[in-house]
């Protein structure tokens, strides 16, 4: 979905490296998220954030920190890379219509590779 | 613990075959259920959402059913095509707290 941007789309690093991944969305939603999905694993949880004072850590959050710079942006930080951190990420949005009508939409995925 | 569990892992079926694929829960207190596809290399995109009350519902030539009683819930896809080849996520919220339960997917091909 175009309306959620992510880059880089692909990103080699080094183990103990500093990377940010960065989310843009042109929806207007209020909510925003980062996932984690590894093969033949579910997609995980890291952060989200309801709003730009709300920051919230999600099931697996440990080595990851976020920066919610504006409604429409939202970056995923790791600051010292390892390699049980590649994975493929996605950003997802969702606007504020409550549990049983809300609705996420996912960025096309980082593919991160941890060296 | 919350779980969602697909079946089967994966399937391969004919082009114009139809199949339906499985999704079991145990996250309560339940709020909704949610189907998605995930294309090769993209993000998923919703297909279905349903809450308690529905017990099917319709998205072209995919269809859910919810079974709130068993925690079951179905996808038959209908006169299955190429481009239905796909990752199909079951996803299911509870309505305490923030928190979406992911399954593992089923893996569909669909072959000429």
């Known amino acids: 979905d175009a309306d959620v941007t992510q880059t880089p789309r692909n990103r080699i690093t080094k183990t103990g490296k500093r990377i940010m991944l960065e989310c843009s969305q042109t929806?207007?939603?209020?909510?925003m998220y980062w996932y984690r999905q590894d093969p033949g694993l579910g997609l995980r949880l890291i952060y989200y954030?309801?709003?730009?004072?709300?920051?919230n850590k999600g099931e697996i959050s440990d080595g990851y920190s976020v920066s919610r710079q504006a409604q429409a942006k939202f970056s995923l930080s790791l600051e010292s890379a390892i390699p049980n951190q590649t994975a493929l990420y996605f950003c997802?949005?969702?606007?504020?219509?409550?549990?049983?009508?809300?609705?996420?939409?996912f960025g096309p995925g980082t593919r991160l590779l941890v060296l | 613990k919350n779980q969602v569990e697909q079946s089967p892992q994966s399937l391969i079926i004919l082009e114009g075959k139809n199949c339906t694929l499985q999704c079991n829960y145990t996250v309560s207190p339940f709020s909704n259920l949610r189907w998605y596809k995930q294309d090769t290399g993209r993000g998923p995109v919703s297909l279905t959402i349903m809450t308690f009350s529905e017990n099917t519902k319709s998205n072209g030539r995919y269809t859910a059913t919810l079974d709130a009683d068993t925690k079951q819930s179905s996808l038959h896809i209908t006169a299955s095509q190429l481009s239905d080849s796909a990752s199909y996520i079951c996803?299911?919220?509870?309505?305490?707290?923030?928190?979406?339960?992911f399954g593992k997917g089923t893996s569909l091909l669909v072959t000429p």
């Open positions: 929806k207007g939603h209020d909510r």
């Open positions: 954030s309801f709003d730009v004072k709300d920051i």
């Open positions: 997802a949005t969702s606007d504020k219509r409550g549990p049983n009508q809300e609705t996420q939409y």
């Open positions: 996803v299911v919220s509870a309505s305490s707290g923030y928190a979406l339960n």
